[in-house]
């Protein structure tokens, strides 16, 4: 008898759970089809903290502001003489992926932020719009649009909210 066997049947079910893995699936773009949209991948060559504070507004739901995101951005790259962003930006694709389900790929996330970092967030920019958020607006906007039937998209939600009537 192995050990699933032994344990009592709410137990067994709560282990396959746990253990369960989330269905992958592929991100809508490549790491380097910034042809899709150019006019994203010049401003993130010049000025990747716009994009990045577009990014993390989305995949933080609103917490932060775009503005004090890209702020952020700056702000750690000069304190850390600008090697430590490709780890901090890195999380935040990490937390994108698992929000959606992504794969990791074409490269582990931390590899891909480090080597590409404005390939990287154009691709994460991408996806987003491509789930059918106006990036433009920000996350509270992008909500009161989907809750009046416009093309944005709520993401899953990664918790279960407690007993309500």
């Known amino acids: 008898m192995d050990a699933a066997e032994q344990l009592p049947a709410p137990a067994a079910a709560t282990r396959a ?16 089809d910034c042809a899709e949209d150019p006019g994203n991948c010049w401003m993130t060559c010049f000025c990747p903290c716009i994009t990045f504070g ?9 917490s932060l502001s775009s503005g004090a995101s890209a702020a952020l951005y700056v702000l ?37 932020h ?20 106006v ?13 009046r039937g416009g093309a944005a998209t709520v993401p899953p939600t990664m918790h279960v909210d407690g007993m309500t009537r």
């Open 17 to 32: 759970l746990v253990h369960a893995q989330p269905p992958v699936h592929p991100w809508s773009t490549g790491l380097f």
């Open 54 to 62: 577009l990014v993390a507004e989305i995949v933080d739901r609103g």
């Open 76 to 112: 750690i790259g000069m304190v850390t003489s600008w090697w430590f962003l490709p780890i901090y930006t890195c999380f935040y694709r990490t937390k994108m992926r698992a929000q959606y389900g992504l794969q990791e790929a074409p490269y582990p996330d931390l590899c891909v």
């Open 114 to 133: 480090c080597f590409c970092e404005c390939c990287a967030l154009c691709q994460e920019y991408r996806e987003l719009h491509n789930r059918g958020f």
């Open 135 to 147: 990036m433009d607006i920000g996350w509270h906007a992008n909500m009161e649009l989907q809750q």
